[in-house]
């Protein structure tokens, strides 16, 4: 029982570089989201996907990027990395979109920009 | 305002209870969730409440809610050291005019438990 798998679970890039963090989910849910956690700070919606085909902005979506490849995988996309952008990266997914379907998150990359 | 607050560190003893408090701050939320997150590990759920509840037991946990000073609380009953960990609660806080909503974390409480 995978859940929802992230890779890579560590990186460290330079500032400036590009990088894609890839999720993806085996129990056939429609929502899935991508959430940053800095320290004291819990975590932030950065996009969600209620479901194939659409992504919405969460709060703090500057200086990313997503995709929903397909209703398993969900990517985010760092285009040009800064060090504010150092963070432990997390999926997650649910049945619908919030509400009173629990969201299941995956273990997190954590990603160092020098 | 908008945050969920948590006190950020609680300290017991193995054996003994745990009260971790978190206040909220939109009295419309449906859903209160309790997650749990150990090094190096993604977030697990450990309970949710619904709105219309006061109280929710499950084994060992203890879920309290306190609609009026919008107050939810997690009582882990003879608490372990496998219990050590960080404790997040979050809302589910809803848009009614554009049917959609986020889940917003509290800070995190790190329960330290001695032997």
């Known amino acids: 029982n995978a859940g929802v798998t992230q890779t890579p679970k560590f990186q460290v890039l330079k500032t400036g570089q590009s990088m894609t963090l890839q999720c993806a989910q085996d129990m056939n849910h429609n929502s899935m989201y991508w959430y940053r956690q800095d320290p004291g700070m819990g975590l932030r919606l950065i996009y969600y996907s209620a479901s194939e085909g659409t992504t919405d902005k969460g709060e703090v979506p500057n200086g990313y990027n997503v995709s929903r490849l397909n209703k398993r995988e969900f990517s985010l996309r760092l285009e040009s990395a800064a060090p504010s952008q150092t963070s432990v990266y997390f999926c997650a997914s649910s049945e619908a979109l919030f509400g009173n379907q629990p969201q299941h998150f995956g273990d997190g990359t954590r990603l160092s920009i020098l | 305002g908008e945050d969920v607050e948590q006190s950020l560190f609680l300290s017991v003893r193995e054996g003994d209870s745990s009260v971790i408090n978190c206040t909220y701050t939109?009295?419309?939320?449906?859903?209160l969730y309790w997650y749990k997150q150990e090094p190096g590990a993604g977030l697990q759920l450990l309970t949710y409440?619904?709105?219309?509840?006061d109280m929710k037991q499950d084994q060992r946990l203890t879920v309290l809610l306190n609609k009026k000073d919008k107050h939810l609380s997690l009582r882990i009953a003879d608490t372990q050291t496998g219990d050590s960990a960080i404790y997040f609660c979050a809302e589910t806080r809803f848009n009614g005019s554009s049917n959609t909503g986020k889940l917003i974390f509290g800070q995190g409480t790190t329960l330290q438990v001695k032997p």
């Open positions: 939109d009295s419309s939320s449906t859903y």
């Open positions: 409440i619904f709105s219309n509840m």
